[in-house]
T-cell receptor, first 114, second 115 residues
């Protein structure tokens, strides 16, 4: 079982560049989400999806886009990278948003914007 | 309003001594509570969860936590620390909201284990 797979593990971007962080899960989970982790702030929700074709904003959505064309994949797009987006990004999934099983996390993408 | 406070940003213990990581929460309803562990350069792993069943919850690697509604606390404990327990620990509160659950992460407690 691969669980939740994130790529790339590390990325350095220049200010203004765009990129896509990939997330895939093989557990047939309906619910997928993106978090960013910054020192002393825990994890903050960026966007989430409760199923293919359905996405919604979380706590800190500005500067990010998502789409969910399949159950398995939930990419996160940075439209025009800014230094404030330097962070560690985690993708997480759970069977359904209406069941409180807890999340399965990917191993993260460490992004630096210079 | 929903919130979670981890009372210590850092905790240092000696190997073989007890571990106590403190977490207080605020919730308007009957929350679900979780503890996750994050080892360096890794993703978060679910340690244990409370979802309105037994108030004393046992998790992986010898950890347990007790839900105390009167004190709005969900402290994580382990009788004897091991070097491999050194990691960051996150307390998480989850409440029902429109369409599902709203989940809030604490800021984290870094556990150091001395030989």
């Amino acid at each position: 079982n691969a669980g939740v797979t994130q790529t790339p593990k590390f990325q350095v971007l220049k200010t203004g560049q765009s990129m896509t962080l990939q997330c895939a899960q093989d557990m047939n989970h309906e619910y997928m989400s993106w978090y960013r982790q910054d020192p002393g702030m825990g994890l903050r929700l960026i966007h989430y999806s409760v199923g293919a074709g359905i996405t919604d904003q979380g706590e800190v959505p500005n500067g990010y886009n998502v789409s969910r064309s399949t159950t398995e994949d939930f990419p996160l797009r940075l439209l025009s990278a800014a230094p404030s987006q330097t962070s560690v990004y985690f993708c997480a999934s759970s069977p359904r948003r209406t069941d409180n099983y807890g999340y399965t996390f990917g191993s993260g993408t460490r992004l630096t914007v210079v | 309003a929903q919130s979670v406070t981890q009372l210590d940003s850092h905790v240092s213990v000696s190997e073989g001594t007890p571990v106590l990581l403190r977490c207080n929460y605020s919730s308007s309803y009957s929350p679900s509570l979780f503890w996750y562990v994050q080892h360096p350069n890794k993703g978060l792993q679910l340690l244990l969860k409370y979802t309105s069943a037994a108030t004393l919850v046992k998790g992986i690697n010898g950890f347990e936590a007790e839900f105390k509604k009167s004190e709005t606390s969900f402290h994580l404990t382990k009788p004897s620390a091991h070097m491999s327990d050194a990691a960051e620990y996150f307390c998480v509160v989850s409440d029902r909201s429109t369409g599902g659950f709203k989940t809030i992460f604490g800021a984290g407690t870094r556990l150091f284990v001395k030989a």
